[in-house]
């Protein structure tokens, strides 16, 4: 993991292992970097959007909870996405196998989870 | 042109013209977030919080587009390199415009 930070905020070593990918992968990677940016970015406008749209809840300050909820969500995304992108970058370059990550997976189901949650409070409030 | 990679001319620009318009989609993601920052300082009870607020989701998503646009002449290069520094400063800017979003909540 430290390893991994160093990476971070040493621009010129991830560029010096290794040798130099088809442009293609790269840029394929960038793209991947990009999408999970908006996924981030729509998890914060999903955030942005539940404190100002959302009508008062029940459980008192259940909207601001769940709003900063999907902002940490989306600033989480935006961390790891820069990670995966560095950690490819770095398995690209030297020819093994790409990072696994179970991250997608975790926050699939965090979604799920909540949109549930959502469901229950909804049905709650109208029965 | 050279022709760098092998099969480069079955792929006739069209990678990099993907990630061309990537960071565009992704600016206007950003656009969107920046919005909704904003909407407070419009309301009738704004304050100086509020337009502090918007300013600072109007950078960030300035700086959003300008990265955005200072890697588009990159990709115009026959063979793109790749750009940690960018990538890096994209997402740091991301989680910042996350923790302003937090504080226009909590306002």
């Known amino acids: 993991m430290l390893?991994?930070?160093?990476?971070w905020f040493d621009p010129e070593r991830s560029s010096k292992v290794g040798t130099t990918p088809?442009?293609?992968f790269s840029l394929a990677n960038?793209?991947?970097?990009?999408?999970?940016?908006?996924?981030?970015?729509?998890?914060?406008a999903g955030g942005l959007a539940c404190a100002q749209f959302l009508p008062p809840l029940p459980i008192e300050h259940l909207r601001e909870i769940i709003s900063i909820l999907l902002l940490l969500l989306g600033g989480l995304v935006a961390l790891r996405a820069v990670d995966h992108w560095a950690r490819t970058e770095r398995a690209m370059r030297l020819g093994v196998d790409l990072p696994r990550s179970r991250f997608p997976a975790v926050l699939a189901l965090v979604v799920a989870v909540g949109a549930v949650a959502l469901i229950v409070a909804v049905l709650v409030q109208v029965f | 042109m050279p022709d760098p990679t092998p099969g480069a001319a079955t792929d006739p620009g069209a990678a990099p013209q993907r990630t061309r318009l990537a960071w565009r989609r992704t600016g206007l993601s950003a656009a969107?977030?920046?919005?909704?920052s904003v909407r407070p300082a419009f309301s009738p009870g704004a304050g100086p919080p509020e337009w502090l607020a918007a300013a600072g989701a109007m950078i960030c998503w300035a700086a959003l587009v300008g990265i955005a646009l200072h890697r588009a002449p990159g990709l115009r290069a026959p063979v793109p390199a790749v750009v940690p520094r960018s990538i890096r400063a994209y997402a740091l800017i991301t989680v910042a415009l996350a923790a302003l979003a937090g504080w226009v909540v909590m306002l």
């Not at chain 1, 390893?3 to 990476?7: I, M, N, S, V």
């Not at chain 1, 990009?34 to 970015?41: E, N, S």
């Not at chain 2, 969107?32 to 909704?36: G, H, K, N």
Request: aromatic share 10%; no cysteine.
């Open chain 1, 30 to 44: 960038e793209r991947t970097f990009l999408a999970w940016i908006r996924t981030g970015l729509a998890l914060i």
């Open chain 1, 3 to 7: 390893g991994d930070l160093t990476l």
């Open chain 2, 32 to 36: 969107a977030v920046a919005l909704l």
């Open chain 1, 22 to 24: 088809d442009y293609r």
